[in-house]
């Protein structure tokens, strides 16, 4: 096999150890009918050398970490490159990545992989301009496939169910499903509502910080909610929560109930989202 076959077609075969083993064979075909893979391909490698199948998203589920973190950073490039472009895989791929966040059967690491990725995508996606919206005077700009904005839609919706996801060792999942979340900016109001309200039962300091920063990065684009935003934001910023850490070895009980409340202190992550919250002076 040439290099050039590896990193095209021979790297899409799944060749390797436990390669698509933890796919179902249902989605095995939904995989195969219903992503156009003729969109999912290398654009630096033309032909069929740099054409990706089915097995890509596959490899996603497999037990073996190594073989699902090839995978993803696939599937990174192949929907974005470098980040600064929308690619016509993107919106093919993107339920399944979605769907792949939300599985636990996949690996807690590959599903946050998964959503950096996602929040890169969205980042791209707000600032280019569908293709085919007609152009604008002067200079260039990346374009988003047309079926872009309709399929980020559908992902936002199915993402918001797993910021309430309490699964013991999740916490990171729930903080990146924040941060992609932050990026949907056409839908702020109603998502610095949800934000607010899951803080208050938040169980781990690393998911309620991302809170509060996905507040600060869509308060600029509220309508109903924005004084809100920036209210409860300061207040977080003077909000010690539920005070210093009781030592275990001194006292018990005292340190069981303290590890019960919820009340975090998020006031470095609140000064950082109150600068993004308001208006440069």
């Given at each position: ?5 590896g ?23 939904r ?16 032909g ?111 993402l ?33 509502g ?33 004084a809100d ?53």
């Amino acid at each position: 096999m040439t290099d050039t076959e590896g990193a095209g077609t021979g790297a899409s075969t799944g060749a390797g150890t436990g390669a698509g083993a933890g796919a179902s064979a249902e989605l095995t075909d939904r995989l195969a009918a219903e992503v156009d893979w003729a969109k999912v391909i290398d654009p630096y490698i033309p032909g069929p050398d740099g054409q990706y199948g089915p097995d890509l998203l596959e490899r996603l589920w497999s037990p073996d970490l190594l073989t699902a973190d090839d995978a993803q950073a696939t599937l990174h490039f192949v929907c974005c490159g470098d980040g600064s472009s929308l690619w016509p895989a993107a919106p093919e791929v993107l339920p399944f990545l979605v769907e792949a966040v939300r599985d636990p059967a996949v690996a807690v690491r590959v599903r946050t992989q998964i959503l950096e990725t996602l929040a890169v995508l969205a980042r791209a996606g707000n600032g280019a301009r569908t293709a085919g919206s007609g152009p604008k005077s002067g200079g260039r700009w990346c374009t988003a496939p047309a079926a872009w904005p309709a399929a980020w839609e559908r992902a936002v919706d199915a993402l918001l169910p797993l910021l309430a996801d309490d699964v013991e060792g999740d916490e990171d999942v729930r903080a990146g499903v924040a941060a992609v979340l932050a990026r949907a900016t056409h839908r702020a109001d109603d998502l610095i509502g949800r934000f607010l309200a899951r803080f208050e039962d938040e169980p781990r300091l690393s998911a309620a910080e991302q809170l509060v920063l996905a507040v600060g990065e869509l308060a600029p684009h509220a309508v109903a909610r924005r004084a809100d935003a920036v209210a409860w934001l300061r207040e977080r910023t003077t909000d010690a929560g539920k005070g210093e850490e009781p030592d275990m070895d001194d006292d018990i009980e005292a340190w069981l109930a303290w590890m019960d409340q919820h009340g975090h202190d998020v006031r470095p992550a609140a000064t950082v989202a109150l600068r993004r919250a308001l208006p440069p002076l």
